[in-house]
C-alpha cells in the first residue's frame, strides 16, 4: 500500500529580490484589495499564487486594484447644459485654461483643444479632444504625449456659466496609485472572493527581478514616470 505524502501545486519560496535597498520599502506599504475578477489563472497565476513583484494599478471605479494594463490612456468627457457664459478647465497638478464660450455653439474640439495647448506645463499633442459642438467632449490623453497613460484629473469651473453648469467626468482610468504586489497571494480556484493584500509603492525596485508578465501587464515608461517620485527602477 503506498503512503507516501503527495501536494498539488507548485511550492515555492517568495522571491522579492526585485526589493531594492536591502529587500526594506523606504514608506509603509498601503493595504489594498485585489480585484479576483480581474486576474486570470493562465496569466496570473498559473502556479497557484500571484507572485510577489506583480505590477498593479487601482480601478477609479471600484477602488479595488487590477493588474497595470500598459497602454491605456485617460479620458474625460466634458458635459454642458448652460446656455451662455463661459467655463475654464484645471488639469489638477498643472495649469488652468483661459475662458471657453460655454454655448451650444461655443463649445467645441477646437475651442477646448486650443485652450488646452495653450497652457504652459502642455505642448501640442499631449490630449485629443473630440466630440460634437455642445458637447458632450472628450479629453484623451495621447500615447505619444507626455502624459501618456497618467491618471489625469481635470476640474471644471463653471461659475461663470449661465443657465445651467458644465461638468467633467473620467470615463476612462488609465489607472491611479500604480505599484508592485508586496508579497505572493495565494489563489483558492474554487473561490471568488476578492483578495485581501499590500502594494510595495515607495522604495527601490531591481527591475530585472520582476516576474515575467504577459506583455500587456509588463511595466512601461508611463508606469515609471508616474511613480518616479517614488521608485527607482536599477
Avoid: C
Avoid at 479620458?75 to 454655448?103: D, E
Avoid at 499633442?125 to 479629453?139: C, K, R
Avoid at 531591481?206 to 512601461?220: E, G, H, K, S
Amino acid at each position: 500500500m503506498d503512503i507516501s505524502t503527495r501536494s498539488r501545486g507548485t511550492w515555492v519560496n517568495e522571491d522579492q529580490r526585485w526589493i531594492g535597498n536591502g529587500g526594506e520599502p523606504i514608506g509603509r506599504n498601503r493595504s489594498i484589495i485585489l480585484d479576483r475578477s480581474a486576474f486570470t489563472e493562465a496569466d496570473h497565476y498559473p502556479n497557484g499564487f500571484i507572485p510577489s513583484g506583480t505590477p498593479l494599478a487601482r480601478n477609479a471605479a471600484t477602488g479595488m486594484y487590477v493588474p497595470y494594463a500598459r497602454g491605456t490612456q485617460d479620458v474625460n468627457t466634458i458635459t454642458r447644459t448652460a446656455t451662455g457664459g463661459t467655463f475654464t478647465l484645471t488639469r489638477v497638478g498643472g495649469g488652468t485654461t483661459a475662458a471657453i464660450p460655454a454655448t451650444a455653439a461655443g463649445m467645441t474640439a477646437a475651442a477646448v483643444q486650443a485652450a488646452i495647448d495653450a497652457l504652459p506645463d502642455v505642448e501640442a499633442g499631449d490630449f485629443v479632444v473630440a466630440g460634437a459642438d455642445g458637447g458632450p467632449l472628450t479629453i484623451t490623453a495621447s500615447p505619444a504625449g507626455n502624459f501618456a497613460a497618467e491618471d489625469v484629473v481635470w476640474t471644471v469651473d463653471a461659475a461663470a456659466a449661465t443657465g445651467g453648469t458644465v461638468t467633467d467626468a473620467e470615463t476612462t482610468s488609465a489607472g491611479a496609485g500604480r505599484g508592485y504586489l508586496f508579497a505572493s497571494i495565494p489563489v483558492d480556484r474554487n473561490s471568488t472572493g476578492d483578495l485581501a493584500a499590500a502594494l510595495f509603492w515607495n522604495g527601490e525596485v531591481i527591475a530585472q527581478y520582476l516576474p515575467t508578465m504577459p506583455a500587456a501587464n509588463t511595466i512601461d515608461d508611463a508606469f515609471r514616470r508616474d511613480v518616479a517620485n517614488h521608485i527607482s527602477h536599477v
